[in-house]
């Protein structure tokens, strides 16, 4: 089993060409997929932090290994599927920088009600205080949207556009299968807007990342982002502008009646 970008492979021997130790200190083990008709197959890189480990992972997979490929390929016979998301709610998902840009905020609101209480502005205080509301709200819409639209962004920059078919469902979840250009398989869980090629609903357009194989968009109608920007545009900017009437403002005020 290899954890790596979301998704859980599992490489049996039989796909296997080769492994061996890299990196720093040979704590490292890249894992060489047998290719289709000579070609080179996808290689994977298994990080760790003990040599003597490593070197045993190595000695036992070779001296496990077929001295030839399957005739599709090693990739062909890797299982991939998406690792489990409990482990992002610890934390809520979020990274380190966005978890202290939280924190931040957090002293800042309280900083300014104890502000406005302790000048005497009562009113002021219950309106920072009701003024959290737009503000949360507003930035539930715009600040996964804005991930979202990063993440198309760099994609496309390094993309290459393939064809993904259906390959599995669970439960509500749909899952679709793409290859990439080196023979490596990947799965995405489309986009509800993406349209099937052709009309077929099995079939779908991605841009995966050349330097990230395994992370993907779907290509989307310029109608459906067009709108989605429009959207995001004026109820998460109509939030934010009564966050900063009922927050920011309140200070602006008291400054200025100072």
């Not at 490593?54 to 399957?70: D, F, Q, T």
């Not at 737009?134 to 990063?150: D, E």
């Not at 760099?154 to 979840?173: D, L, N």
């Not at 989307?220 to 109820?235: D, E, I, Q």
Request: aromatic share 8%.
């Amino acid at each position: 089993m290899l954890d790596q970008k979301g998704l859980r492979r599992r490489i049996p021997v039989e796909a296997i060409e080769e492994t061996r130790v890299v990196g720093r200190g040979q704590r490292s083990v890249e894992i060489a997929l047998w290719g289709v008709d000579g070609a080179p197959g996808p290689v994977f890189t298994l990080q760790g932090r003990d040599a003597a480990q490593a070197a045993r992972l190595v000695a036992a997979a070779n001296g496990a290994r077929s001295r030839s490929g399957p005739p599709q390929g090693g990739a062909a016979l890797v299982e991939e599927r998406p690792t489990s998301t409990s482990g992002r709610k610890k934390g809520l998902g979020l990274t380190r920088r966005e978890r202290a840009a939280g924190i931040a905020l957090l002293h800042v609101y309280v900083g300014g009600f104890a502000l406005l209480a302790w000048a005497g502005e009562p009113q002021q205080a219950a309106l920072w205080l009701l003024g959290v509301a737009p503000a949360l709200f507003g930035l539930f819409i715009v600040v996964p949207s804005l991930r979202w639209a990063w993440k198309r962004r760099t994609v496309r920059r390094h993309g290459v556009t393939v064809v993904a078919v259906f390959a599995r469902r669970e439960g509500k979840r749909t899952f679709f299968r793409y290859t990439d250009l080196d023979g490596g398989t990947h799965e995405i869980e489309p986009d509800y807007a993406a349209r099937g090629i052709g009309g077929d609903p099995k079939r779908i357009e991605v841009v995966y990342d050349r330097q990230q194989p395994g992370r993907a968009i779907c290509s989307l109608a310029a109608s459906t982002l067009l709108w989605r920007t429009a959207g995001v545009t004026l109820a998460g900017g109509l939030l934010l502008s009564l966050a900063f009437i009922l927050m920011p403002l309140q200070l602006i005020f008291l400054v200025l009646g100072t």
